[in-house]
């Protein structure tokens, strides 16, 4: 079909709903949303009511770990957990890591995040990347690595890296990093190459280079 030449109707909507996490299928609107007074009264309008505001998605999650290679659908993981080679979160996929869990690469492993990472500790119970082996040592593994097509809804709470290359690495992404300890990697604890994220409360100790180094 040829579409050429139509313009959009006086109805039809250009702007972002705001939704609070699509990824996560969670399409409850945000405050702001210009879909909460866009109908003809002045109210909201959407597949839900209550103002844009339905009872709380759960979204399915695999509990199963990936140790080598990409995801293929949202994954929790808990426990402890051995990464064999290098592991992708692609594009539209979740990795959430729950509170306690330790994650152990093996030599020169990474953690590549091109979907979104949501890993969030406790002060009680943090969540630990670290190397797998027996006497680890600085650069052991690769580090966590935020992409440019990661969620910049990302965040890393309350987590301990260590004995990485670089212990975060982002790429023109920008998740939340809060509440870490980031020490004993080989290059920087957080190294930013064109990004901007929201650092707060985080420990950066004994790293052999830059605590934060901008690119």
């Known amino acids: 079909a040829n579409y050429s030449g139509l313009s959009a109707g006086s109805t039809d909507l250009w702007v972002d709903p705001l939704f609070t996490d699509f990824m996560a299928e969670d399409f409850t609107l945000q405050a702001g949303s210009p879909l909460l007074s866009a109908a003809e009264d002045g109210g909201q309008i959407g597949a839900y ?102 969620m910049d809804l990302g965040i890393i709470e309350w987590a301990v890296v260590e004995y990485a290359g670089d212990g975060i690495y982002c790429y023109y992404a920008s998740p939340a990093i809060k509440d870490c300890v980031l020490r004993f990697n080989s290059n920087a604890g957080i190294y930013l190459n064109y990004s901007s994220p929201a650092i707060k409360n985080c420990v950066l100790r004994s790293n052999s280079n830059e605590g934060i180094y901008l690119s």
């Open 49 to 150: 009511g209550a103002g844009g505001s339905p009872q709380s998605l759960t979204v399915p999650l695999k509990t199963t770990p990936t140790t080598s290679g990409s995801l293929t659908q949202n994954e929790e993981w808990s426990g402890e957990i051995t990464i064999a080679s290098t592991v992708t979160v692609p594009q539209n996929i979740m990795l959430k890591i729950d509170p306690g869990t330790t994650i152990k690469f093996a030599d020169g492993a990474k953690l590549y995040i091109n979907g979104k990472l949501v890993a969030v500790g406790t002060q009680d119970a943090p969540i630990t990347f670290t190397s797998a082996s027996a006497t680890p040592s600085a650069g052991k593994w690769g580090g966590i690595r935020f992409n440019d097509s990661s």
